[in-house]
């Protein structure tokens, strides 16, 4: 039994003793411990069940094979395949765990609407991914919930890794960045190094509080990586030169410091 549990409990029938004659008063208390109880034994866990379409029923995998033949050929090098339940337990899942039951589509020849499309709508992702539709919801996100965005433009769901150029090399993922922000690609004659270990060092790909979806706000960003020292009262070094009154001023860019900073052609210190 939970020690907590087991405390609130003799503390209630000490408190309501049999002289003490408080019914309604043990009522309560027992209700308070019940709900203790309760509230210490329960997990909270999220369902996830497969997508619902009128009139459908589940067919397998197998029947998508006649028609997507491809797609199902490369399924298996996919990272969702690994999520792939075995025997019985796979009866309603594969194709239709995203896709939706597959009769209706089946019988109508792949005829529109009979069947969920994740390249056009991301509520098909969102049943797994919950904390990506929250990010979506932040103040800054990328474009996805006013639909001029999918999540297919950047993972793909059906083969290799689900991020689009990603692996075991960080900087491979912001291949699937450059595809829009080409002017951050450089090359650059003065690189800043933290384009080394990938856009996700600074930036949160789906959603941020923070403007330009970075990871953190200001200069607390740069100062993750940039080491600063304290050697005198009202004193901050950073790189050896006093800024103490330059963080004052702004960001380390917006200042007008370090404005080149994903790369400069011109300046080491990424100025311009």
């Keep these: ?70 797609i199902v050929k490369n399924f298996p090098s996919a990272t969702h395949a690994n999520l792939m339940a075995k025997g019985v337990n796979a009866t309603e899942v594969g194709c239709e765990s995203c896709h939706g039951p597959g009769s209706v589509h089946n019988e109508s020849g792949g005829e529109k609407g009979t069947i969920l499309n ?63 922000h080409n002017t951050q690609r450089g090359p650059f004659v003065f690189e800043h190094e933290a384009m080394r270990e990938g856009c ?24 993750k990586c940039h080491f600063q020292e304290q050697r005198a009262a009202g004193q901050v070094l950073i790189g050896g030169v006093d800024h103490s009154l330059l963080l004052s001023q702004g960001t380390c860019w917006s200042a007008g410091c370090h404005e080149a900073v994903h790369g400069s052609q011109v300046n080491s210190s990424l100025r311009y």
């Design 200 to 223: 996700t060092t600074c930036h949160q790909p789906h959603g941020s509080v923070n403007a330009k979806l970075l990871t953190q706000r200001n200069a607390t960003l740069c100062l």
């Design 118 to 180: 994740p390249k056009k709508d991301p509520t098909t992702c969102y049943q797994c991914h919950l904390d990506v539709r929250a990010a979506f919801n932040l103040p800054y996100h990328h474009p996805v919930p006013e639909q001029r965005l999918t999540c297919v433009q950047c993972h793909n769901p059906h083969e290799g890794p689900a991020v689009k150029g990603g692996g075991t090399a960080m900087l491979s993922a912001s291949e699937t960045c450059f595809e829009c």
């Design 1 to 70: 039994m939970n020690l907590v549990f087991q405390k609130a409990l003799a503390a209630t029938v000490k408190w309501f003793s049999p002289r003490a004659r408080r019914p309604l008063g043990l009522a309560l208390g027992l209700t308070a411990v019940a709900g203790l109880a309760i509230s210490c034994g329960t997990l909270t866990r999220t369902v996830v069940a497969p997508p619902t379409i009128p009139g459908a029923t589940f067919v397998g995998s197998a029947a998508c094979a006649d028609c997507h033949d491809e």
